[in-house]
């Protein structure tokens, strides 16, 4: 397996190489900041996140109308535990002093760490090859860990290595861009720094108004020092290691950083200074060793070997920064950015359940199902917002949150998106569909159907026998407060339809008494989600025969985006929301997705139209368009799109396209990559009536593969240019269609492309 | 004619006395607030404010996207001159002590000043009767007065009054009411306070961001006091007076209260000073008299005789206080408060050109006309708004400012309020038809017409040949960014069609080069202009036969307002925009504003329908409602349904309906009772062929009548149960149109109804 590798420094590139080389776990993640600091006047965000951990704050507004959102959360820049300073016989490595004469940065996708080498020549002339290894641990969830190793080339004399745990952080800000928080602050608050037992680093902190509390516990092993100190400078815990170098001789450092913060532990403290003792029995070659092993399972089920070396590395970064980013608790997601940067606060939005969750319920459906819960779990909050939302019943999930409450400062691009409740349904449907858990829909599934479907009856009204949907907005945020957008019609009605099929399912296998009663549902009830689920209205235009994105969207003013400049892209960033409102232009897929996701609520020739009227209009400005439209490129058959669009989605943060990777990667993206192969190539499609597939293979390619879980079994998928080969990996046989073709697969299945 | 008199202290209603005795002259308000200060947990705003005087503040934003306003402002509370202290034989005058006797307090709409009588008793027994008066001089902007008289009823011994003005003054919030600030500030900072010669208070301050100067210059005359002095504490400037009293024996005191801004004098100090020194010379009496020989001439043009002591009262009331509210400088125009409170920031709306100015326009033009002027010089900045908004070229004026630019938080009820430039436009046309001054035309208002249709032309497209106008919000706020708008419409096609109609009447008169040279206009463009007019899509529903709000207006979800709890009133504090939204609900008259002022853009059956239909949707949550459908009422005959919204108008502050008459007056809803009447009952219509009356009596009423100034003449009109009497009292003779018929006005015409 490739790795990611840069074989050079660049401090333009400093923001985005935070990002891309960021370390993570799911619970931490640490962004991959020169260990000795940022130089002058280069971007960096020096940033150590856990998933989940955050803060509140006050949102402001100029005018504050009824029912906005109040209270703000964000994720917290917790302690930082990355900073190293090394000195080479009196003189401190910096990259901008002396000479690099070697830099590379490496990421093995298949190892679970990174390396950074360097080869430095101090500005009096002595030379020595630094290397710096990361790890978040994938087995103990709490542990991050560094190593230093310092090879003098042509010296003789004293190397110094300075660590450090600093508990004064603050969260970055940049106020002209609306997707980043807009103002500086420092969340956590020290209330302990000291070393304990000499030489154990200890920083247990408390965030201001969420009053969460972390604790970070740090030790150092370095067996060939010939002098060690740890002292407190305020709440800086400083360990400084001296060694006598001789050229070749090694100087080797490691850095055991353990976090637990009060969401997870009751006992922080003890908790972190325990897991810390049990870590630092192994040397890191242990820890690393258990992530290889870890990530030899996550392939075999996870990787899509796809054509073309570039391709291929994209691809397994992705996935594996999504495995590095799903929280799988039940009491976080993925963040859009995972937990690499600050942008989007930290935030859950629909990125998990309609990109990345897919991904997850084929290739590692325990993760999926704990994303899955998360939602559950924030289910009380969720019936809160509706409530303040004006539903007398049901429950409406915010659009950005962390803990459920609405985070949204603009509810016109955020509390209006209702389509996310029918997104957290549809995953939760998709999940029975793949899995066949019908406890889990008797738990925690038909709750959140009802409980949703519930809202959705009370949104909507009939007209004329149709039940419509009125001032809400669909994915494509250029087009804000729209009637009957088509997207969220589709999803409502698969949310209200599936409502009322879950408790009858659970009837027929007798297991519906306890939800029943639970949530109070009559068979009227039931009867009513489907009556508006058989008649929602579903905007269709005559002549132009497509799917218009909602009631007026084709009345207004086209917009050709070959006369808009190149540098007023994105348009977010350069037009005042009205004008995007009033022309036909789109930030990202929309009716598209609908096609993607919802492919049966129209028809072949209308999804076609369709796509051919809204491509032209799209700008992509959203990093969570180019794999819709590829996925739907792929549908119609056209593969080359289809791998044009997929490239598009594939350079998003390796080549930085949204020039924002600074701010953090592009979860939702990543899991799209993921789709545009699956869902795309392959056709794959999870329905009623089982596992759909329609592989197509774009003409430059010789082959695709990947493996998928479905009710059970693991099912390898393999496309070239002759044919489709199905082979059941495990489990017992299973039924399957292949262009529509039953297919009951037992072993190994060859379909003629 | 009749004043405004209560006589009974209700510390209950304490912020509504203030804001309804406050006095004013368009110039400077001053709050009616208690001398000796506001008891504890009585509601009061210390305010003093001067027309257009502002600071400026940061508008903040969670989430703050391109074009959003940046810099609000707000009219800024001003040095204190209104406090006195009144201390009788050592016990100091409160109303929450002692026993009060009596307490009236009168407005004189006929003096223009205000006094307040009472009768108080000491803790220790000593009666005294204080007498307060207070004027805004209408002849001397600049100046504002007080007098004070102390008579002893039953002791002999000292009388102190201790008079302050206090430099140190912030602004009032109100974090719970969108309509109000919601963050308490203090926005003028003294730079200088001393007294001047010994007995002239003088503070000079300066705004912290707009950087404007206010001095306040203050002197005391009192011939009977033994002993004065003069000290200052801190900022506050206090002149101390001390009285041997004996019984029936009048003490006096008057102090002079001289204003002047930056905005309008170069030499703040030195004006200030100079105006002080000139007033002093003439005793308040003086004053008094310029009062009613100002009134005098004012309510000869402006008083409307209805039927019925309150209703009378309270019509005076109105457009006395329109007067005092009005900026005559062509720097400011009519605040939504008038000077009376910080409700709405002091900000000029709409309001001004729809509500208030036809009363202006009828009654005193040179007013009017300054109102205009406001618009034109803040014309550069409406072209910047345009700019922000993603217009090409243009001007759209800002939905709420002071100096222009947009100061509107929330636009989908601010910016997106397109309407208002559309307005402003009708103002200039309604203007144009009322005084055929092509001068002005010509040299401003030609340029408002034309760059404002650029706008709309740049807005709207057409489709399938109709031209429309979407994305925008209409007047009534619980629907907002709508496509095709009625009103919105109706607005833009005058605007549209009067731009083309202006540079050819100028032509024709021989006075269109200038204005075509400096706005580089074409024949083509003109026609474009034309064509987009006479193009104007105006929706219309077949089936109910009405023009619906706008494109989706009728698809919403009915509402019925009955079974809405009252305590829910007004639906904005309780219910979430996207809930208003969703639901066929209104705010205010918008569709029948638009029959009132576009009436030609639909016809009477259409007219009616519309009334019915909205009618039973209207919450009338705004203040701006009740008079368009008295006026709408009036058209369609239904006087007796007329009479009862004029009524709803006419109590708003009086009765203090809408409960938040503490924050200020309603200056709209005053403009609307004048319209109620004017172009309600006596049909009232300024159109291109000439003045048209459509009299009608309520079956209640015996008689109503007012007179107008139209074209150069003066015309009285008298409509009693029998006929209409029309009375040519100034100027040559003049056709009109009564019931659509011509008549030729020489002397004196009857016509029977």
Request: glycine share 6%; with cysteine.
């Amino acid at each position: 397996m490739k790795s990611i590798l840069i074989n050079e420094y660049n401090p333009q590139k400093n923001g985005w190489e935070e990002s891309v080389f960021h370390t993570a776990n799911g619970y931490i993640g640490v962004r991959s900041c020169q260990e000795g600091g940022a130089q002058d006047g280069v971007f960096s965000v020096r940033g150590t996140y856990i998933n989940g951990f955050y803060d509140e704050k006050d949102i402001a507004y100029g005018e504050k109308l009824y029912g906005f959102a109040e209270t703000g959360q964000t994720i917290v820049n917790v302690t930082d535990v990355q900073t190293l300073e090394i000195t080479i016989d009196g003189e401190t490595f910096s990259l901008d002093k002396g000479t690099v004469l070697e830099y590379e940065h490496e990421l093995y996708l298949d190892k679970g760490f990174q390396e950074k080498r360097i080869m430095w020549r101090s500005p009096s002339g002595k030379e020595a090859y630094i290397i710096i290894r990361r790890l978040a641990s994938l087995v103990e969830k709490h542990l991050f860990m560094m190593s230093v190793r310092v090879v003098p080339n042509n010296f003789s004399g004293e190397v110094k290595i300075k660590s450090s745990v600093i508990g004064d952080v603050s969260n970055f800000a940049d106020p002209s861009d609306p997707r980043v928080a807009a103002e500086e602050k420092s969340y956590l608050s020290v209330i302990n720094a000291e070393f304990k037992d000499g030489n154990t680093a200890f920083i247990k902190s408390k965030t201001q108004r969420s009053m969460l509390e972390l604790s970070c516990a740090v030790r150092h092993r370095s067996s060939t020092a010939k002098e060690e100190k740890h002292f407190a400078l305020g709440n800086t815990l400083l360990s400084e290691y001296t060694y006598s170098a001789s050229p070749n001789e090694s100087i080797t450092l490691s850095k055991y950083c353990v976090f637990v913060d009060s969401r997870r532990s009751e006992d922080t403290e003890n908790s972190a200074l325990s897991i810390l003792n049990e870590s630092f029995e192994h040397p890191m070659e242990c820890f690393i060793n258990k992530q290889i092993k870890y990530l030899e399972d996550f392939w075999s089920a996870a990787r899509v070997y796809v054509d073309g070396r570039k391709l291929q590395r994209s691809m397994d970064y992705c996935l594996y920064s999504l495995l590095c980013s799903a929280g799988q608790d039940g009491i976080t997601s993925v963040c859009a950015k995972g937990l690499s940067g600050e942008g989007y606060e930290g935030h859950y939005f629909w990125d998990t359940e309609i990109y990345i969750f897919p991904f997850f319920l084929l290739t590692a459906p325990e993760i999926a199902k704990q994303l899955l819960l998360y939602r559950y779990n924030i289910l009380p909050k969720a019936r809160e917002h509706a409530k303040i939302m004006g539903h007398s019943k049901g429950a409406l999930y915010a659009w950005r949150s962390i803990t459920g409450i609405e985070c949204s400062a603009y509810y016109p691009s955020g509390s209006a998106q209702y389509h996310l409740t029918g997104d957290v349904a549809h995953a939760f449907i998709q999940y029975y569909l793949a899995t066949e858990d019908l406890d889990f829909m008797r738990d925690y599934g038909a709750e959140v159907l009802i409980e949703s479907a519930r809202m959705w009856l009370d949104t909507g009204h009939y007209m004329n026998g149709e039940f419509r949907i009125d001032s809400v907005t669909g994915p494509d945020e250029y087009s804000c407060i729209v009637n009957n957008n088509y997207y969220t019609n589709c999803a409502a009605k698969e949310n209200l339809l599936w409502a009322y099929k879950i408790v009858n399912i659970l009837k027929k296998a007798g297991k519906d008494e306890d939800i029943k009663t639970r949530l109070n549902i009559s068979e009227k009830e039931l009867h009513s989600f489907k009556k508006a689920a058989d008649n929602m209205y579903l905007p269709y235009d005559e002549e132009l025969k497509i799917n218009p994105q909602d009631d007026s969207f084709l009345n207004k003013k086209p917009l050709n985006l070959k006369e808009i400049p190149k540098e007023n892209f994105p348009l977010l960033l350069h037009y005042h929301p009205l004008w995007l409102y009033r022309h036909q232009v789109l930030k990202q897929a929309d009716t598209v997705l609908a096609h993607c996701l919802f492919e049966d609520s129209s028809d072949r020739e209308t999804i076609k139209n369709s796509f051919e009227y809204y491509e032209k209009i799209t700008t992509h400005d959203s990093s969570l368009s180019a794999c819709a439209h590829s996925i739907l490129a792929s549908y119609l058959n056209d593969t080359e799109k289809a791998l044009n669009y997929m490239l598009m989605s594939a350079q998003t943060d390796l080549e930085d396209t949204h020039k924002n990777t600074k701010d953090g990667i592009h979860t939702a993206n990543m899991g799209g990559l993921y789709q545009s192969v699956v869902q795309g190539f392959a056709g794959l499609r999870i329905k009623e009536s089982g596992l759909h597939l329609s592989p197509r293979l774009p003409k430059k390619w010789d082959e695709y593969a990947f493996n998928l879980y479905f009710k059970g079994r693991k099912i390898s998928v393999k496309v070239n240019k002759k044919r489709v080969t199905l082979t059941l990996l495990e489990g017992d046989a299973i039924n399957l269609y292949v262009f529509d073709e039953k297919i009951k697969l037992k072993d190994k299945e060859k379909i003629n492309l």
